[in-house]
């Protein structure tokens, strides 16, 4: 799939240097590819070509946009805005475009995966009408079963611990069978958090939510999950109402390091 065209290529081999499967090597001081061993179409060799001389399927293999240039405080800056990503469970009473979620979730395209496979796949769930019939799914199945009775108990008392009051649902669901989908989602769903909530839109990780939607058959129905598959994660999303953080929280639990 990866071919080189030959007329800008000048020979300087960075592409065989940081293949990480070997598929490139050299001959006689050139590259090729050695077609026994398998690409996993990552394409560093593409992102450090000097000459944009690799091709993919016979086309560039790299945007048209320059690489962006960072300003000399963005570690500062990624630093402070770390320090102000919160889990937001109150929402104004719209749902987030249908745009802006696109945008954020192509970002996850550029999350590490497990042999660049990126098996995650996304169902957006928008409106009232269809969260509603999850929840109530939920409700029934968590009454009927008595297991998280907290959930019944809470929302009785107005308590939606589930989904808050959110009016989008973001899930993300792979092939059970692949390599290694529990990360690989988990990696790509922290990427549309950091993306939504630079643009303002806050979420909130549903853990219920996966865990249970993955035991019920009628909201996997609902969500036309393929029977091979199984939800990895699932967010609520939604415009921020009724919280405004004003302070950095101590973090009770510090990361535990050892050092050898």
């Known amino acids: 799939m990866i071919t080189f065209d030959q007329k ?22 050139k590259p090729f590819v050695r077609e026994e061993k398998n690409c996993i179409e990552c394409l560093h060799c593409a992102a450090v070509c000097p000459v ?8 560039p293999a790299i945007l048209p946009e320059s690489l962006p240039e960072l300003p000399g405080d963005f570690a500062r800056t990624l630093e402070s805005y770390l320090l102000t990503v919160r889990s937001y469970r109150h929402f104004k009473p719209i749902p987030v475009e249908k745009e802006l979620l696109a945008q954020a979730i192509q970002y996850s395209a550029w999350a590490p995966s497990a042999k660049n496979q990126h098996p995650t796949e996304w169902i957006i769930v928008n409106g009232d009408e269809k969260i509603k019939s999850i929840m109530d799914y ?20 107005g308590n939606n611990m589930v989904v808050g009051n959110a009016k989008t649902l973001l899930f993300a669901h792979a092939k059970k069978s692949a390599l290694n989908p529990t990360v690989d989602t988990a990696i790509a769903l922290q990427n549309i958090t950091l993306m939504l909530h630079a643009h303002g839109v806050g979420t909130c990780w549903g853990g219920y939510l996966t865990r249970l939607s993955n035991l019920i058959p009628e909201i996997r129905e609902l969500l036309s999950l393929p029977e091979d598959h199984e939800l ?12 405004k953080y004003l302070h950095i929280p101590k973090r009770i639990k510090s990361p535990k390091i050892s050092w050898l």
């Open 8 to 29: 800008k290529c000048v020979n300087c081999l960075l592409c065989t240097a940081v293949c990480p499967s070997s598929v490139l090597d050299d001959i006689d001081g």
């Open 138 to 157: 939920i409700l029934s199945f968590v009454k009927e079963n008595q297991i998280s009775a907290e959930i019944a108990a809470q929302y009785d008392q």
């Open 52 to 59: 944009q001389a690799v091709l993919f399927d016979e086309q």
């Open 232 to 243: 990895f994660g699932a967010m609520m999303i939604g415009y921020p109402e009724g919280e």
